[in-house]
Antibody
Framework: EVQLVESGGGLVQPGGSLSVSCAAS????????MSWVRQAPGKGLEWVAI????????RYPESVRGRFTISRDNAKNSLYLHMRSLRAEDTAIYFC?????????????WGQGALVTVSS | DIVMTQSPTSLAVSLGERVTINCKSS????????????LAWYQQKPGQPPKLLIY???TRESGVPDRISGSGSGTDFTLTISSLQAEDVAVYYC????????FGQGTRLEIK
């Protein structure tokens, strides 16, 4: 059974940094692109980052580029998102998601999410 | 960026009735090289993560009931529920993956 479990969310002050992690199991982690998607309270979904199987290619939307860094450790079956210069508008649930196969960037499995709150 | 616009924003439909949700992209998400539309649909119930329903615009994910289907190509897409069931109450999102990833704003489906 595919499982994705996020951890590391919490409260951080504006301008601060925080990392969230995602532990993967039930599939061969190193064979899949992986992604982060966030959802602000009561709002829709926003894609945040994506990384290739070997971490050699990463992409971000303009809203987080230069502030957020996605990374992975295939030996530990883990995905990470390091966030810096955080703003109130970064407050959201951060979901880890597996990217589908066959060259398709649909997201076929999702974790339950980690809540990140940016507030003073 | 490719902007995805869903309509309606919300709708209420009677049990057993047909549901249609539309999604329009600001530019084509069809790749001519493989003739595939880079479009997916998700269902999100309260307190849960999104669940993949459809990808390549019309390919149903394993385990998704066949009353749920996707259609369309290029810039205009539709998610159809042929006969609404109580468990279909959720917010539905379209997503393009032709150029990076963007989501529509969501459509809230309720029972009338």
């Amino acid at each position: 059974e595919v499982q994705l479990v996020e951890s590391g969310g919490g409260l951080v002050q504006p301008g601060g940094s925080l990392s969230v992690s995602c532990a993967a199991s039930g599939f061969t982690f190193k064979n899949y692109w992986m992604s982060w998607v966030r959802q602000a309270p009561g709002k829709g979904l926003e894609w945040v980052a994506i990384t290739k199987q070997d971490d050699s290619e990463k992409r971000y939307p303009e809203s987080v580029r230069g502030r957020f860094t996605i990374s992975r450790d295939n030996a530990k079956n883990s995905l990470y998102l390091h966030m810096r210069s955080l703003r109130a508008e970064d407050t959201a649930i951060y979901f880890c998601a597996r990217v589908g196969e066959s060259g398709s960037w649909h997201l076929d499995y999702w974790g339950q999410g980690a809540l990140v709150t940016v507030s003073s | 960026d490719i902007v995805m616009t869903q309509s309606p924003t919300s709708l209420a439909v009677s049990l057993g009735e047909r549901v249609t949700i539309n999604c329009k992209s600001s530019q084509s998400v069809l790749y001519s090289s493989n003739n595939k539309d880079y479009l997916a649909w998700y269902q999100q119930k309260p307190g849960q993560p999104p669940k993949l329903l459809i990808y390549w615009a019309s390919t149903r994910e394993s385990g998704v009931p066949d009353r749920i289907s996707g259609s369309g190509s290029g810039t205009d897409f539709t998610l159809t529920i042929s006969s609404l069931q109580a468990e279909d109450v959720a917010v539905y999102y379209c997503q393009q993956f032709h150029t990076d990833i963007t989501f529509g704003q969501g459509t809230r489906l309720e029972i009338k």
